[in-house]
């Protein structure tokens, strides 16, 4: 197996309960890969344990039966910080820490790293323009002077900071009004295939998903029901497929 | 009034001095309570069993009446006896329960979506409690101070009754001898005091609030 074609994330029959002990699973037994460069995209509804699967791959938390491999080491191997600084990770509301300003929440995961000073300054002025945000307008904003779709983009620039080969992102566009979230999902689209990233997409939005996937996978009580690529998950006949399909279906709805 | 004006204007150094005593005994209670409290409150965030046994202890002493907690440490060896010692010991146990529950609110509630990021982008826990809880707790935890400090410097006008000395000296010499000046000359500027205090902390809390 060449380097090229190594799946960075894996999944291997794992399972997952809060606390251990007789809890319900929250994880069932989901096998999944993700190789180099590609988009996964987790769909399922509110509690059907997306959210859970990105949190098991960055090792907060571990699989009560089975292995999660993050380039090839399982994440009982890994020590948890290293792991989780060579992860971006981007969250619904961005989470910036509102006590930084737009430029020290960027240089968060490279001041953590100890890189040279410089060498952040530079970096972080980088990703504010990779993300379309005017380092000499925002660096120096605190999070509470942006609009929802800059603290995204702000979010988006500090996953990215490190240069981590993974990224995992949990609905980060979900709480944005609409024309903002299909700015950011193409702007995303491209910014993710120029730069390489290998990426895990949590959305219950079957259009976002469609939009940014290389590979889909729907869940449903924390079981894999459906995985296709997205030309061809439409067609599929699970009943849940179906269910997110009806929400595409605007004039058919009966909302 | 006037009578009052001719009594503390005749015997301002020794308010003074009694003032400064005050000061002196709520400022030493308040370094320690300050330090004992915020480094409990620190520690007391993620072991839950700790925190309901320091919260609980803490809460005990503060339903003591104050009276009765400098009675109960005057007979304990090494910081009990009559004086100062006895008394910033008891000030310092007062003053816990405020400052240990807002540095534990403080600490522990914050934006779940700052916490989740910071641990998700490889923050140890020391790093998330000084970078991240700390500053952001920093208001809720100065208004526990503030609370703290205000109870004690009244709470100290008892510490005279020890024989500690303070502006408690004066309220006890005027109730024992039925004299208003007295007793005003040494409550006027304990109030004074209180809400001095009040105000320079109230100030300090709004400008380190963070929103």
Known sequence: ?255 | MTGLWRFMVEHQSEILSATLEHVELVCIAMAAAILIGVTLGMVIVRRAKLRALALGIAGIFQTIPSLALFGFLIPIPFIGGIGKRTAIVALTLYALLPILRNTYVGLTEIDPAVLESAEAMGMTQAQILFRVRFPLGLAVILAGVRTATIITIGVATIAAAIGAGGLGTFIFRGVALVNDSLLLAGAIPAALLAILADFLLGRLERRLRVT
């Open chain 1, 1 to 255: 197996m060449t380097i090229v074609e190594q799946n960075l994330i894996e999944l291997r029959g794992v399972s997952w309960r809060a606390g251990g002990g007789r809890a319900a699973e929250i994880i069932a037994g989901v096998s999944l890969e993700v190789p180099r460069g590609k988009t996964l995209v987790l769909l399922g509804r509110s509690g059907s344990g997306k959210t859970t699967l990105l949190k098991l791959i960055n090792g907060m938390h571990w699989p009560s039966k089975g292995e999660v491999l993050v380039e090839g080491r399982t994440t009982r191997e890994w020590d948890a910080i290293r792991l989780r600084r060579g992860i971006g990770y981007v969250i619904q509301e961005a989470g910036l820490f509102p006590h930084f300003t737009v430029a020290e929440n960027v240089a968060l995961v490279p001041g953590l790293e100890k890189w040279p000073r410089e060498k952040i300054a530079v970096r972080v002025k980088e990703m504010l323009q990779l993300v379309g945000l005017e380092p000499g307008q925002f660096a120096e904003r605190r999070p509470r002077e942006l609009s929802g779709g800059q603290r995204q983009r702000v979010g988006v620039a500090r996953a990215l900071a490190a240069d981590p080969p993974i990224l995992l992102m949990d609905e980060p566009f979900g709480a944005l009004d609409p024309v903002t979230r299909a700015e950011l999902q193409r702007e995303f689209k491209a910014l993710a295939r120029r730069l390489g990233k290998t990426i895990v997409f949590v959305t219950h939005d079957l259009r976002e998903a469609l939009l940014l996937a290389s590979h889909i996978i729907l869940l449903e009580k924390g079981r894999v029901v459906a995985s296709a690529g997205p030309e061809e998950f439409l067609r599929l006949q699970h009943p849940e497929v179906l269910a997110f399909a009806a929400s595409l279906d605007v004039r058919g709805g009966a909302a």
